[in-house]
């Protein structure tokens, strides 16, 4: 038997360290320490965009790797953040932030069996730019973005809990709907080679300000990305 190549192994490798980012996000959220537990579902984020380029770039894309991208997404950005928003802001004595909770994760896993599906579909809208609906890990981004305000000092989703179930079930709703959405994918293609160095300064000036004003930038990047979606799909009709 053929011993698998070391490259083939890098993407399965990086996408389980997300994955053990998810569980560790789990972990934290039972401890009440929610700040370090989105910190996991973020870093697992990085290892989802990660594993998809090196699998790219080391031509090392499997069913087996596909299988477990999909098995980590449902777990860090389904599972993770609905259980973290439940033990961090929902009224756990109320049964309708449980079923908003719940609503959640079970739209995040057919959203992941739909994209399994239409791989196809999928593929050709990517090719243009988009994506067909929120991605998870926008959602995940999304569901805990009134988390992210609490730390901030801005406690709506604790002293409106409707408004925070409705909004919990309409980020899963978004993930399931066949709208398009924007994928920077295909920015890299677009990028010129003379300004290399401009995005690369670009790029240098959001890592510090994430680093300095992680929750602030957090805060004002899931709004952006909530506006972008009406400008996405009359982009995508357009064209």
Excluded at 104 to 110: A, G, L, R
Excluded at 121 to 146: C, D, K, Q, V, W
Excluded at 218 to 227: D, H, N, T
């Amino acid at each position: 038997m053929k011993r698998p190549k070391i490259k083939l192994l890098i993407p399965n490798l990086v996408t389980l360290t997300g994955l053990s980012f998810g569980l560790s996000s789990i972990r934290f959220a039972f401890f009440e320490e929610f700040n370090i537990a989105v910190i996991c579902v973020l870093i697992a984020g990085v290892c989802d965009v990660l594993d998809g380029l090196f699998s790219r770039i080391l031509k090392a894309e499997s069913d087996m790797g596909a299988e477990l991208d999909s098995l980590s997404d449902f777990l860090s950005f389904g599972v993770a953040p609905g259980i973290i928003l439940y033990f961090g802001l929902i009224d756990q004595e109320q049964m309708w932030g449980y079923i908003a909770i719940t609503a959640y994760i079970i739209f995040s896993c057919i959203r992941l069996a739909i994209f399994n599906i239409n791989l196809s579909t999928n593929a050709l809208a990517e090719h243009r730019g988009y994506f067909m609906g929120i991605p998870t890990p926008a959602g995940a981004g999304l569901i805990l973005s009134p988390l992210i305000h609490s730390f901030l000092g801005y406690d709506w989703g604790i002293n409106n809990p409707l408004i925070l179930n409705i909004y919990v079930v309409t980020i899963g709703v978004l993930l399931v709907l066949k709208i398009p959405t924007f994928s920077f994918k295909q920015i890299k293609g677009s990028i010129n080679k003379k300004i290399y160095i401009r995005f690369f300064f670009a790029f240098v000036l959001l890592l510090m300000l994430i680093i300095n004003f992680l929750w602030q930038f957090l805060s004002v990047f899931g709004m952006i990305y909530l506006l972008s979606i009406p400008i996405s799909i009359y982009s995508y009709n357009k064209n």
